[in-house]
């Protein structure tokens, strides 16, 4: 495993993090997700990041029990706070009730006394930026959370947020984007004002949700189980990952991804990691299986030649729009 500073912070994560979205509390058991965490960390994996929304909260207590008894020190917790935790009018969103509340939930899920970084999960645009910044502020000054980082937020957003947070005396130093071969909209505005102000991207969907597996073939039904599989058999052709001339071109992958000496899982994952703005690539495994195959891509350096002829295959398929940063949510 290698290791790379969070930012221009001092915090040093694994550049592999293992996320438990969709996975833990949802798809597998205490048992598994244990199995899974204990594999991460003998794989040299520091990193762990989830959510308190992920499963309805269970994502992070199985964390938290699966973690228990490891040197706190020796790991970095990630968790995050924004969408829906409950039924009420203020079990979401970033205002300040809200994320005190949610600060303490998860940290009772986490059984920890503090978590390494606090993430805003999403821009709140019902509740102002300066009692946000102001309550992740006392959050860090409590001893609770040790840095403030954002995920999706625009580049307009995340000036505003450092500023903020700079008066404040804490220090915002993440964001954590959807990112990967097939979608890239940080690139042209996001990754350049990081770089400028400091932020480190902590990327998710670095395998497009299984796409870049190659597991999708072009007119075939989709394996069972898998994410884009439907009851019946078939794959669900919805989503713009499974498109027929995204699969065919995801395909024409695999030659590189063996001349690289990886599997394409693994490729997808080191093909992130070249990009020096990014600390650190979330996985998702639901066997410790998984996990042995993605960690293959830490330490992985890629020719230029061969990211030119990725760039070649993938050509127009590619998403590149700046505008389309916001992955979930729409601005009033």
Not at 53 to 64: K, N
Not at 208 to 220: D, E, M, N, R
Not at 282 to 304: W, Y
Request: charged share 25%; with cysteine; aromatic share 8%.
């Amino acid at each position: 495993m290698e290791y790379r500073k969070l930012g221009n912070s001092g915090l040093y994560v694994s550049e592999i993090a293992y996320g438990n979205w969709t996975t833990h509390g949802e798809q597998i058991g205490q048992d598994a997700a244990s199995s899974c965490v204990r594999t991460a960390l003998d794989l040299g994996i520091t990193t762990f990041d989830t959510a308190d929304a992920y499963a309805g909260t269970r994502a992070e207590s199985a964390l938290g029990a699966a973690l228990d008894g490891v040197r706190r020190e020796g790991v970095e917790i990630f968790t995050k706070v924004y969408f829906p935790t409950g039924e009420g009018r203020n079990d979401r969103g970033l205002s300040r009730k809200h994320i005190m509340e949610s600060i303490n939930g998860s940290l009772a899920r986490l059984r920890t006394d503090y978590v390494d970084l606090y993430q805003a999960h999403r821009y709140d645009y019902e509740t102002p930026l300066e009692e946000t910044m102001q309550a992740f502020a006392d959050v860090v000054r409590a001893g609770k959370a040790l840095y403030i980082g954002v995920s999706e937020w625009t580049p307009d957003e995340i000036r505003r947020g450092a500023a903020l947070a700079k008066e404040l005396g804490i220090q915002l130093i993440s964001n954590q984007p959807q990112y990967n071969m097939l979608w890239r909209v940080i690139e042209p505005e996001v990754v350049p004002l990081s770089e400028e102000l400091g932020l480190g991207q902590i990327v998710w969907s670095p395998i497009a949700q299984g796409v870049l597996t190659g597991k999708y073939v072009p007119g075939a039904g989709a394996p069972a189980a898998s994410r884009f599989s439907t009851d019946g058999g078939g794959a669900k052709t919805e989503h713009r990952y499974m498109q027929p001339a995204v699969l065919e071109r995801v395909q024409e992958l695999k030659p590189l991804a063996e001349e690289a000496g990886l599997s394409m899982a693994a490729f997808a994952v080191a093909w992130v990691l070249q990009n020096k703005n990014v600390s650190a690539a979330i996985v998702g495994a639901s066997r410790p299986e998984q996990l042995k195959d993605n960690t293959t891509a830490a330490g992985v350096v890629l020719e230029p030649a061969l990211l030119d002829k990725i760039d070649g295959i993938l050509g127009d398929v590619v998403e590149r729009d700046p505008a389309k940063v916001e992955s979930f949510l729409e601005r009033p």
